[in-house]
């Protein structure tokens, strides 16, 4: 029988931890967990510029008949313009195409698929750490995955010289997935200096880098959070930039990302997207519309935009905040340094916390975080962390930073 022999399976390590907040029914929960954005009230609203655009988008959209396995064009040149700057195509010479995907993590798959086909002896490069769900996704895709170090966890240092180290044995055509802004899990950074070093090892391989961008404008702003992007655009002949609107326009669950590739060419251009439209065709045809119509619609309509960039920052201001405040509440109540925190980017940081402080701070204090020790900053409020960083404390000495 098919169905009968399977083996029970583990739960997600991410999704996981979101159906074990959901089952606690005690008042007192605090969910770190799953990156989604919440304000200071520990929700996660439809943003107002999402909630004008849908209802401009009931009034007007007059068909739901197909469009194509790239999308929407109207979103594809949208997004286009956010990562490379409004006059993208005269800057970089016709060489970038983006294609609308089911997510950020859809355009991972679409790369993975892409390689699989065109390239299969590409190796895949994944930072230590990455996303949990970077490595399924790739082994799913059937390629061989290699890891580079990138963070030591116990001191909360970015090890670029150890990544760089490892990245010398990068062979031609492999891949290197490198965190634009906002590592996840990390939220340690690379500096514009670390990117420049990257890239010339990058070219000198003939290694090509595909840029996760999951959270464009929640680090220092939309255009400072597309450095690396830019930077690799100019200096490389060719990138993967794998994006996603879930965080910034808050449409989680619609669905809503993008595959940008840059050719060496205008010409290379079109027949790579080709193929990339032949590799969508095979896995889901066409993405969903409705998100991306939503994001193409405020992008285009001048206030809608202004009003949403004044969402986006204050999204990341608030996680800012909460930096410093928990970095500061930490350090009060365990007297050790937690600058580390206050310093880094995006929703995530790592504590270093064992496997047994993790799940005490679960049982008994009714926190909730990945079991590597990742938290959501965003999930921190006014309100809650004062008891996150006391609980924290109370379990040391298992807390190393
Ligand atoms: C996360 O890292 O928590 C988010 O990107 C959500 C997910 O799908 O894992």
């Given at each position: 029988?098919?169905?009968?022999?399977?083996?029970?399976?583990?739960?997600?390590?991410?999704?996981?931890?979101?159906?074990a907040?959901?089952?606690?029914?005690?008042?007192?929960?605090i969910?770190?967990g799953i990156?989604?954005?919440?304000?200071?009230?520990?929700?996660?609203?439809?943003?107002?510029?999402?909630?004008?655009a849908?209802?401009?988008?009931?009034?007007?959209?007059?068909?739901?008949?197909?469009?194509?396995s790239?999308?929407?064009?109207?979103?594809?040149?949208?997004?286009?313009?956010?990562?490379?700057?409004?006059?993208?195509?005269?800057e970089?010479?016709?060489?970038?195409?983006?294609?609308?995907?089911?997510?950020?993590?859809?355009?991972?798959?679409?790369?993975?698929?892409?390689?699989?086909?065109?390239?299969?002896?590409?190796?895949?490069?994944?930072?230590n750490?990455?996303?949990?769900?970077?490595?399924?996704?790739?082994?799913?895709?059937?390629?061989?995955?290699q890891?580079?170090?990138y963070?030591?966890l116990?001191?909360?240092?970015?090890?670029?010289?150890?990544?760089?180290?490892?990245?010398?044995?990068?062979?031609?055509?492999?891949?290197?997935v490198?965190?634009?802004?906002?590592?996840?899990?990390?939220?340690?950074?690379?500096?514009?200096?670390?990117?420049?070093?990257?890239a010339?090892?990058?070219?000198?391989?003939?290694?090509?880098?595909?840029?996760?961008?999951?959270?464009?404008?929640?680090?220092?702003?939309?255009?400072?959070?597309?450095?690396?992007i830019?930077?690799?655009?100019?200096?490389?002949?060719?990138?993967?930039?794998?994006?996603?609107?879930?965080?910034?326009?808050?449409?989680?669950?619609d669905?809503?990302?993008?595959?940008?590739?840059?050719?060496?060419?205008?010409a290379?251009?079109?027949?790579?997207?080709?193929?990339?439209a032949?590799?969508?065709?095979?896995?889901?045809s066409?993405?969903?519309?409705?998100?991306?119509?939503?994001?193409a619609?405020?992008?285009?309509?001048?206030?809608?935009?202004?009003?949403?960039?004044?969402?986006l920052?204050a999204?990341?201001?608030?996680?800012?905040a909460?930096?410093?405040?928990?970095?500061?509440e930490?350090?009060?109540?365990?007297?050790?340094?937690?600058?580390?925190?206050?310093?880094?980017?995006?929703?995530?940081s790592?504590?270093?916390l064992?496997?047994?402080?993790?799940?005490?701070?679960?049982?008994?204090?009714?926190i909730?975080m990945?079991?590597t020790?990742?938290?959501?900053v965003?999930?921190?409020?006014?309100?809650?962390?004062?008891?996150?960083a006391?609980?924290?404390?109370?379990?040391?000495p298992?807390t190393?930073i």
């Amino acid at each position: 029988m098919l169905f009968s022999g399977l083996d029970q399976l583990p739960p997600d390590v991410i999704l996981g931890i979101a159906q074990a907040y959901r089952a606690d029914s005690s008042p007192l929960k605090i969910d770190l967990g799953i990156g989604i954005y919440k304000d200071d009230q520990g929700l996660s609203p439809v943003l107002p510029s999402v909630k004008a655009a849908e209802k401009w988008l009931i009034d007007h959209q007059a068909s739901k008949s197909y469009l194509s396995s790239a999308g929407s064009p109207e979103f594809n040149t949208k997004i286009a313009e956010l990562l490379f700057g409004s006059d993208y195509e005269a800057e970089y010479d016709g060489r970038i195409r983006s294609v609308q995907t089911p997510g950020g993590s859809g355009a991972l798959r679409l790369v993975a698929d892409f390689l699989r086909t065109n390239s299969p002896t590409s190796k895949i490069w994944l930072p230590n750490p990455s996303w949990a769900t970077h490595q399924p996704i790739f082994a799913a895709g059937g390629l061989t995955i290699q890891r580079y170090p990138y963070y030591d966890l116990p001191s909360g240092r970015l090890l670029f010289d150890e990544m760089i180290g490892a990245l010398r044995a990068a062979q031609p055509n492999d891949v290197v997935v490198l965190h634009g802004c906002c590592h996840n899990p990390t939220g340690e950074d690379l500096e514009p200096s670390h990117w420049s070093i990257i890239a010339d090892l990058l070219r000198h391989k003939g290694a090509t880098p595909l840029i996760d961008l999951a959270y464009q404008g929640f680090g220092d702003g939309l255009n400072e959070d597309a450095y690396s992007i830019r930077l690799f655009a100019k200096q490389l002949p060719e990138l993967f930039v794998a994006s996603s609107c879930s965080k910034n326009f808050s449409l989680y669950r619609d669905r809503v990302g993008a595959l940008t590739t840059i050719a060496q060419s205008r010409a290379a251009s079109i027949t790579l997207q080709e193929h990339i439209a032949k590799a969508i065709r095979a896995n889901y045809s066409m993405p969903p519309d409705h998100g991306a119509s939503v994001v193409a619609h405020i992008l285009g309509h001048p206030e809608l935009r202004i009003l949403w960039e004044h969402e986006l920052e204050a999204m990341r201001t608030r996680i800012a905040a909460m930096r410093v405040l928990f970095a500061r509440e930490l350090t009060k109540y365990s007297n050790r340094d937690y600058s580390s925190i206050a310093r880094q980017k995006g929703m995530f940081s790592m504590l270093n916390l064992t496997p047994d402080a993790i799940s005490c701070l679960k049982e008994e204090h009714h926190i909730f975080m990945i079991s590597t020790g990742r938290i959501n900053v965003a999930g921190l409020t006014r309100e809650n962390v004062s008891r996150v960083a006391s609980s924290i404390a109370a379990i040391q000495p298992h807390t190393a930073i």
